[in-house]
């Protein structure tokens, strides 16, 4: 075990960047929660974020996810996995990096595509050219991901673990952020 966090660790990026699977092992290696904002919506509304957005439209899914990252912000530090457009807005980067600590887990578009092409639970894929799809929103996304507090980047091959503990190095240099566990 690393320590205990003294504020959430917020991931932050691309589908296919390993918020949920480098998520759920930095919640392990810190002994905290791993929650998944989207997950969290999903329970609450009793729909998948799909059947949101096709519902009530995005800006009603913008506004429920916002309240959401607020909620999970106020509570126990842990770690949180966003979706990928959950940082795009000022209002919640703005909370996020008041109320935790921002962490864009960095990748470039042939890592995001090699781990997203084969799944079909990506609707924004869904186009006629999925792989242009991603690199166009990759880059309108890149400006809002660069405001991000800590960028840590992925490599090929690296292992979901050897990602984890790269967060960790990142997060230790953030003064009061990882408090020691005293040995009792």
Do not use: C
Not at 52 to 60: L, M, T, V, Y
Not at 126 to 149: G, M
């Amino acid at each position: 075990m690393e320590g205990h966090l003294t504020r959430s660790v917020v991931l932050v990026g691309m589908m296919g960047s390993g918020k949920t699977a480098v998520g759920t092992a930095l919640s392990k290696m810190l002994d905290s929660a791993f929650l998944d904002s989207d997950h969290e919506i999903e329970r609450a509304a009793q729909m998948t974020v799909a059947e949101i957005f096709a519902r009530d439209g995005e800006p009603f899914f913008r506004a429920r996810e916002s309240e959401v990252l607020e909620r999970l912000l106020m509570g126990p530090p842990g770690v949180i996995s966003t979706g990928g457009g959950a940082f795009l807005s000022e209002k919640n980067r703005d909370l996020i990096n008041r109320l935790g600590v921002s962490v864009w887990l960095k990748a470039d578009l042939e890592i995001l595509w090699n781990r997203v092409r084969h799944k079909n639970t990506r609707p924004l894929l869904r186009t006629a050219d999925p792989k242009r799809t991603l690199s166009d929103l990759l880059a309108a996304r890149i400006p809002h991901y660069q405001k991000a507090q800590i960028v840590v980047e992925a490599e090929p091959g690296l292992s979901v673990q050897g990602m984890a503990r790269k967060v960790v190095s990142h997060l230790r240099e953030v003064d009061g952020l990882i408090e020691e566990v005293k040995d009792a």
